[in-house]
């Protein structure tokens, strides 16, 4: 079965439960979560004035396709409430795929790897917890690299 990293976020309301929440449906709607991140404080990338996020990566062997995996991150995300009328608003609930195993995909609505996971030390960060050595499909280098070179400064802190 493929292995998925995702990432989830959130910056509204109960974060730590919302991502609880989100880990659990993703855990019975997508397939087997095999390891979790500590959760991390980050500061909002893209629109500085809103409140800060709670991230976390997770593992997850699916039997989806990358496609009905999206699908699945979609309906967390819907279930939680959010609802999209600013690029890079606050959201109650925000899951990105940012690796398929070694799978590289370019459609409109699906991009594997995540395209920005480079330039992301949210993202990076708690990513590099559960797979440090992981190659990047397309960069070729680990995940503990990218981390390394990251040129992202925004705050990241790991709070449980």
């Known amino acids: 079965m493929p292995l998925a990293y995702l990432l989830l976020g959130s910056n509204l309301g109960d974060r730590a ?7 659990q449906q993703l855990g019975e709607t997508a397939g087997a979560l095999v390891a979790a991140s500590g959760l991390y404080e980050t500061a909002p990338w893209g629109l500085a004035e809103q409140p800060a996020f709670l991230n976390q990566a997770v593992a997850l062997r699916t039997t989806l396709s990358p496609t009905e995996l999206l699908a699945a991150c979609l309906a ?3 279930r939680a409430g959010r609802t ?3 690029r890079w608003d606050a959201r109650t609930l925000d899951v990105d ?3 398929f195993d070694d799978v590289v995909l370019d459609t409109p609505a699906l991009q594997l790897p995540h395209p920005r996971l480079p330039e992301r030390r949210f993202a990076l960060a708690p990513l590099c917890e559960i797979a440090a050595t ?3 499909p397309l960069l070729h280098s680990t995940i ?3 981390l390394e070179i990251c040129g992202d400064t925004l705050p990241v802190e790991r709070v449980s």
């Open 17 to 23: 439960a919302t991502l609880s929440q989100a880990r």
């Open 76 to 78: 967390a995300e819907q």
């Open 84 to 86: 999209r009328h600013v």
């Open 97 to 99: 795929i940012l690796l």
């Open 134 to 136: 992981v190659r990047h």
């Open 144 to 146: 503990a690299d990218l």
